[in-house]
């Protein structure tokens, strides 16, 4: 028998764990409730499936690897050019098509912390240097985020509303930050969960990127438009940025079923945003159910709220698993917990009622 050779692999591989998504739990009594990855508790509109169903039927084919149809509609919802927009595999491939674009050894990419868990693996793969600036009581300090930034850095993730605390940061403080920062750092609104956003102090990033070439809007099919099974999310940007991001796209990676799906979503957006309203309506209930059981919740804006339990996560989360509700648990920080249909939500709150403690 030869001996076994190891196959090696870069360093940078030992220094983290592969990306672990939300689980599915379910209960003795056979109960699943799963409330681990902020998505949305509506299966497809009909047109939506239907235009499903028709592309299924081509998929001998490659998919419109520029995504025409798709980014027609989505730079006429938004009211810009089609050059101003760039699609991904979810925007978590944009996100990494953005890295990659930037990435090479002494770049530094700015982001809050703790924020999106896939910045920091898609930093560390991309060679470039992460550099991680905590949150001020669970909110973006963007004051230290703009002493972080120097000659070295070419991009910065603001997440608005962050996950996993659902804060927000304000119009005057954004709008201050991004007048801070040198107009050759690319700043990414990473705002997955913009449809979810009352509070009208919050601005809107594509009015806030209109005069900042440097400023680009990250939006995402998989939330409010209910398509997370198919993986498509969106970059509107300067269409010189857009330009470059879009040489970084993996060919074919928004596959047929899911441009055909986003165009029928946009069709139907009227609906989607009723969907929309229920899910806030909820968030709210489920808010001030929680406080009234004696529970410290930060104000959220986004489909889900987040329980600061540091050593408490991981029993909590073990509690809510036995009732089969997932939640999703950040070892010794805290539980994040979407907003899914009224029962999925009671639920939870029966989960949380039942649990001995408070935070
Ligand atoms: N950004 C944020 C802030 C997110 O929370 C997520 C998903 N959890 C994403 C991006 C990626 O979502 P998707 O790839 O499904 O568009």
């Keep these: 028998m030869s001996e076994a050779i190891t196959p090696r692999f870069r360093s940078v591989l030992d220094r983290f764990a592969a990306y672990k998504p939300g689980k599915v739990v379910v209960s003795p009594e056979g109960r699943s409730f799963k409330l681990s990855s902020n998505e949305s508790p509506h299966g497809p509109l009909p047109s939506v499936q239907e235009a499903i169903e028709q592309a299924a039927r081509n998929v001998n084919r490659y998919p419109d690897n520029s995504a025409t149809a798709l980014i027609d509609a989505i730079a006429a919802k938004h009211g810009v050019p089609a050059d101003h927009v760039a699609v991904g595999c979810g925007s978590v491939g944009v996100a990494q098509m953005l890295i990659e674009a930037v990435a ?157 799906a986003g165009v029928a979503s946009l069709e139907a957006v009227d609906e989607l945003m009723e969907r929309v309203e229920g899910t806030v309506k909820e968030r709210e209930r489920v808010r001030n159910a929680l406080l009234a059981d004696g529970w410290t919740v930060p104000p959220t804006e986004a489909n889900f709220v987040w329980l600061r339990l540091g050593e408490q996560t991981m029993e909590f989360s073990a509690a809510c698993d036995a009732r089969g509700v997932s939640v999703r648990p950040f070892p010794g920080e805290g539980a994040r917990v979407s907003i899914g249909s009224p029962e999925d939500n009671d639920a939870f709150l029966e989960a949380a009622r039942a649990y001995p403690h408070r935070n």
Aim: with cysteine; hydrophobic share 45%.
């Design 104 to 260: 090479e050894p002494g770049v530094e990419i700015v982001y809050a912390w703790r924020s999106f868990e896939a910045y920091p693996l898609l930093v560390a793969l991309s060679g470039a240097t992460a550099v991680q600036v905590p949150l001020a009581e669970e909110t973006h300090d963007l004051d230290a985020m703009a002493e972080a930034i120097n000659e070295n850095t070419r991009l910065v993730f603001v997440c608005n509303p962050n996950n996993p605390t659902g804060t927000v940061v304000r119009r005057a403080e954004l709008e201050a930050f991004l007048d801070r920062v040198p107009r050759d750092v690319l700043v990414v609104l990473d705002e997955a969960y913009r449809e979810y956003i009352r509070d009208e102090d919050v601005p809107d990033g594509l009015d806030l990127r209109r005069d900042r070439p440097n400023v680009a809007v990250l939006r995402t099919f998989s939330k409010a438009y209910g398509l997370a099974g198919l993986r498509v999310g969106y970059l509107i940007a300067h269409p010189a940025v857009a330009g470059s991001i879009r040489k970084t796209y993996l060919p074919f990676s928004v596959n047929s079923v899911a441009q055909a």
